[in-house]
């Protein structure tokens, strides 16, 4: 019966490792976890906490405190900790498993509730550690690579992501963030290189979408550039990074129609999002629909009162009154 007990884990591990969350949550939650070996249990206890499931992972982490090696469960209880934004305590243990019994994924993880914590000095200290003891991990030399980035150390970050690329060059957050930082720098032939890339191993991919898109904004290729982004707004109808971005494109359009639906749009999803009221504050201005600019003019000003533009806009509209 454990064989096909482990099969069962086997098998929502890999959905979770391939990022089919859901499934592998369903099925988890189907699970008889007395039925499982320790270390099963503990994996178990992994996937609640990285979906976020911390009282699920609490429940098997007191069912097997007696049980489990003292390291692990230091880790189990890290883990819940840093996934419930106590970073303080995240720390303070991992420093424990560190002094005790340090591994390179302990060295990545305390970097990364580091990085988190807004110490990225400390957390890059931390994961040049897990590369010296894993120096064929992908996944690290990424992580330096952001932690470059955050620096503004963008060679170093370049370098970092390409050896990433060259362990494993199908991991497409590798790819893409050697897009982003060559984009960061103007790099714009390299950086298409690498958002096509990733756009031919999944043509659904937001973020590599979303960037192709402001990179051919930024190339004066308007048109390409919105059909691209709102690919990317198809795909994530409530990202308002990228709403206020398909609106900035039309605009660029002189397509003031599309977008003012984009604006309204946002105003549907956050009726106070400061810099889509503007913007439909100015297009109404545009228009003279005075009545309409009023409205949305007040609605800024009770978000930011010392907003300079805001406050221009209503010196404006009192003129006209």
Known sequence: MQDVFSKNLSDIISEFEAGKYEQALQALKKLNENSYLLEEKMEIAHIFTALGLVDDAKQILNNISGQANHIDIL???????????????????????IDEQANAEDY????????????????????????????????????????????G??????????????????????????????????????????????????????????LKGMLLLHLEE?????????????????????????SDAYEMENNLVESLKILERIQEIDEYYLPALKRLANIYLYQEEWDKAKEIIERASAVDPEDVSVQQMSNLINEKA
Request: hydrophobic content about 40%; cysteine-free.
């Open 153 to 210: 150390k963008i060679e170093e970050a370049i370098e970092s992501f390409k050896r990433a690329i060259e362990i494993d060059g199908n991991e497409l957050i590798y790819l893409l963030a050697l897009g982003e930082a060559f984009y960061s720098i103007g790099q714009f032939e390299d950086a298409l290189y690498y958002f096509d890339q990733v756009l031919k191993a999944d043509s659904e991919n937001e973020s590599a979408l979303y």
């Open 222 to 246: 308007v048109s390409e550039g919105i059909e691209l982004l709102k690919k990317a707004s198809e795909l994530q109808s409530e990202n308002i990074e990228i709403l206020v971005s398909l």
């Open 75 to 97: 880790r189990l209880k890290a883990e819940i900790s840093y996934k419930e934004g106590d970073f303080d305590t995240a720390l303070e243990i991992m420093h424990r498993v």
């Open 108 to 151: 990545s993880f305390i970097s990364q509730i580091y990085y988190d914590d807004g110490l990225p000095e400390v957390s890059y200290r931390y994961i040049n550690k897990a590369i010296e003891e894993s120096k064929n991990n992908a996944y690290y030399f990424y992580q330096r690579g952001v932690y470059a980035y955050e620096f």
